[in-house]
């Protein structure tokens, strides 16, 4: 919205055109969504005190996680609605990579919402059914992967990038499709399992952005991409505003949700930024360099699936406790020492996925 009018005041006072620029606008993309986080931030957690909003805690859980019942939850909402504003105030609306991965982040939070109602209305830890969660994701997830698709302008966006490699593609056709769903279906419930912690989601999920806002500039970049031999995609680089938003707002809810947390995301926070993230990977064709940069998701996913596939099996368990960051509670180690070692592994991660830029 802003784009259009700063584009009218230049006609009059040239000093406008930075705004022009992308990475000018993801500076005031993040800053925007920063503030809002902050400005609303109090009076939400307020309110949803006030309506008695507050997490239960699963009984079987650490012992030390009971004096958080009752915390606020739903906090994501606020993560939604700052991202929302920042991308259609800083962003070109025109711009269909921007429309879809931002309506994607909309419907997932739609579903997490639900999810998150059903459990402080009714008091049930586990929420939505998984199945029917599972099946709203797979729609959500199924149509942003198609019209991705569906719009794509350039061969690369039907291919699968090697990372490390030069010029080794893998190309999928339709099973692009395929691919997008389950990186997007899979990082949003990723990013869901991984929200046991104060803070222990929203940071990583904030590196991970920032990085994958970077390629989606410099793949959006004609000289930069052919430079970098990665795929050059007309109009992907919008997307770093989206990325950009998602720094600020997670920033801006991490002031409240650091331990001890005064607020929860929820589900409609997690599925939301998991999808965001997963998307924005499918579209500037960084797939496989998101699962190295998102490990510790990765890492969480596969301890829930092996501990119920152990106990399942053979009628035992693989870890004290699941998702992994509860086995190392278990182990002995404060919620502080796990929130900021496994932050320190993304940072490493992240880094190791950004020098796939060079490392080809």
């Not at 599972?134 to 198609?146: D, F, H, K, P």
């Not at 997008?180 to 803070?199: E, K, M, P, R």
């Amino acid at each position: 919205m802003l784009v259009y009018l700063t584009e009218y005041l230049q006609q009059y006072i040239s000093g406008f055109g930075v705004f022009s620029y992308i990475t000018m606008r993801a500076i005031m993309s993040v800053l925007t969504a920063l503030t809002l986080s902050f400005l609303i931030g109090p009076a939400m957690i307020r309110w949803l005190t006030r309506l008695k909003v507050g997490q239960s805690i699963r009984e079987d859980g650490p012992q030390t996680h009971l004096i958080k019942s009752g915390t606020p939850t739903m906090g994501g909402t606020m993560i939604i609605f700052s991202i929302a504003l920042a991308v259609i105030l800083w962003g070109d609306l025109t711009n269909h990579y921007l429309v879809v991965i931002t309506l994607s982040m909309l419907g997932f939070g739609v579903i997490g919402f639900v999810d998150d109602y059903m459990k402080v209305v009714y008091k049930d830890p586990e929420g939505m059914r998984s199945r029917t969660k599972y099946l709203w994701q797979s729609i959500v997830g199924l149509i942003t992967a198609y019209t991705l698709f569906a719009m794509a302008n350039v061969p690369a966006e039907t291919q699968l990038l090697i990372p490390y490699m030069k010029d080794t593609v893998i190309e999928l056709g339709m099973w692009t499709i395929v691919l997008s769903y389950f990186v997007i279906v899979g990082t949003s419930n990723a990013v869901n399992l991984t929200d046991g912690l104060d803070g222990l989601a929203i940071m990583p999920a904030v590196m991970i952005s920032a990085a994958l806002g970077i390629f989606a500039y410099l793949s959006g970049h004609v000289y930069f991409a052919d430079y970098l031999n990665i795929p050059y995609i007309p109009g992907v680089g919008e997307l770093t505003i989206l990325a950009a938003a998602l720094v600020g707002a997670g920033l801006g809810f991490l002031w409240f949700n650091a331990h001890p947390a005064q607020v929860f995301m929820g589900d409609v926070g997690s599925l939301a930024i998991g999808a965001t993230l997963g998307g924005i990977a499918v579209a500037v064709k960084q797939e496989l360099v998101l699962f190295i940069m998102g490990g510790i998701f990765v890492a969480e996913t596969i301890s829930v699936i092996l501990q119920v596939g152990s106990f399942k099996l053979r009628g035992k368990r693989i870890f004290l406790m699941a998702p992994l960051h509860h086995h190392y509670e278990q182990k002995g180690w404060h919620e502080s020492q796990v929130i900021v070692r496994f932050w320190i592994i993304t940072i490493l991660l992240v880094l190791i996925g950004l020098a796939s830029l060079k490392l080809r």
